[in-house]
């Protein structure tokens, strides 16, 4: 029996993190989890670190500090941004999931490849704001992604030679308003936004996804990930969410990687590389599963995917800037400050504004994304004022 894989859970109150903590539950003989992370939600992070006996913690938000309370004798126990970083460099830790939100999880991603261990990424933003100073630290097989489509992608590469790789096609599931006119977009509301027909996911992604702006981040997590040039990334939306993205090789074979829409098979994965464990939810029955559909995106529809691929293709600091200005919108959208179709107009303002140069340190991204903020937040609040 291999020593247990012992793992830090940085985002530990998310939806991706609760469904670590469940895929961890079932393989106690493999998955040791012994320091958790999160925001804010100090209440939830306490009862976890009690459930699980964890050795360390660290809560983000200094603010939030008092909820820490009842902790088990002998857990250390840190406040701040910085106590998150001190997590993803633990000696007595092998794998960091970093599944905090935002750009927020960028220093983690940098501090766990820099201090030698897997990285599990679900924090795609730090690849779309950082990967141009991700990727040169990241040694084979130490950043494995969570992101279900780079997951797919990933494990459909395994044993394939490199310079094979034609083509990534990207399954996109549309969203909850793929159906519906732009005209109609505008009057739609919170709830049906958070309303996504597939996957059970946070609030940021969940909106992300019904602008189809994950898509566009997502591609540019591809970009880094796979060292692919964006010509060679396709998008396909595909509404039964059962292929999760495919490669096509240069002899025209295509891999998919299909499987049951859950998060914690990806999740799973992430631990397991490269090796397979248990399934952690029901198989798919392809004789129930009828047909699968495969459509183009509409770009016209949804401007946030276009904003991202021209962010992308574009480089240097835009994709930071173009990240900042959404999480700031998709914020304001979620508080009733702005309509969901004012996101696109934000992010479009914002990137309209950046000068874009090329990047060169954490500390110069820092700098572009409160920028941006500060922009995209008097952006929103101007939209607001007129529509009021
Ligand atoms: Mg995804």
Redesign the pocket.
């Known amino acids: 029996m291999s020593p247990r894989l012992r793992v830090a859970i940085l985002g530990s109150t998310g939806s991706i993190g609760r469904q670590a903590l469940d895929v961890a539950s079932r393989f106690p003989d493999r998955i040791d989890v012994v320091a958790l992370g999160a925001h804010r939600s100090a209440v939830l992070l306490t009862e976890q670190a009690c459930r699980c006996g964890v050795r360390h913690v660290a809560l983000g938000d200094p603010d939030a500090a008092a909820g820490l309370s009842g902790l088990p004798a002998g857990t250390a126990r840190g406040v701040g941004a910085d106590s998150l970083l001190e997590l993803a460099a633990l000696p007595d830790v092998d794998v960091v999931l970093n599944a905090l939100v935002g750009a927020a999880g960028l220093r983690v991603s940098e501090t766990a490849l820099r201090a030698g261990k897997r990285l599990a990424l679900a924090n795609?933003e730090s690849l779309v704001i950082g990967g141009d100073l991700l990727m040169p630290l990241a040694s084979p097989g130490s950043l494995v992604p969570v992101?279900?489509?780079?997951s797919a992608i990933f494990q459909c590469l395994l044993g394939e030679p490199r310079a094979a790789l034609e083509r990534i096609w990207l399954t996109a599931s549309g969203g909850p308003f793929r159906t519906r006119s732009r005209s109609e977009l505008a009057s739609v509301r919170v709830e049906e936004a958070l309303a996504h027909p597939r996957?059970t996911m946070g609030p940021k992604?969940t909106i992300d996804?019904a602008t189809l702006m994950?898509k566009g981040l997502?591609t540019i997590e591809a970009h880094h990930l796979f060292a692919v040039a964006y010509d060679a990334i396709r998008i396909v939306v595909h509404p039964q969410s059962t292929v999760h993205s495919m490669v096509e090789f240069s002899d025209g074979s295509v891999k998919a990687h299909l499987g049951p829409a859950d998060m914690r098979l990806p999740i799973q994965y992430a631990f397991s590389h490269p090796d397979r464990w248990g399934a952690p939810a029901p198989p798919v029955d392809f004789t129930a599963v009828g047909h699968l559909d495969f459509e183009p995106p509409d770009l016209e529809k949804f401007p946030c995917l276009s904003l991202a691929l021209d962010a992308g293709r574009a480089g240097g600091t835009l994709p930071c800037a173009m990240n900042a200005a959404n999480e700031v919108a998709v914020e304001a959208f979620l508080a009733g400050r702005v309509r969901f179709t004012d996101i696109d107009s934000v992010v479009e303002t914002v990137m309209a504004t950046h000068a874009t140069v090329p990047v060169s340190s954490f500390e110069q991204l820092e700098r572009v994304d409160a920028e941006a903020r500060g922009l995209a937040e008097q952006t929103a609040r101007e939209i607001a004022g007129r529509t009021a």
């Not at 992101?147 to 780079?150: K, L, M, N, Q, R």
Request: glycine share 0%; no cysteine.
């Open positions: 795609k992101d279900s489509e780079h996957w992604i996804s994950n997502e």
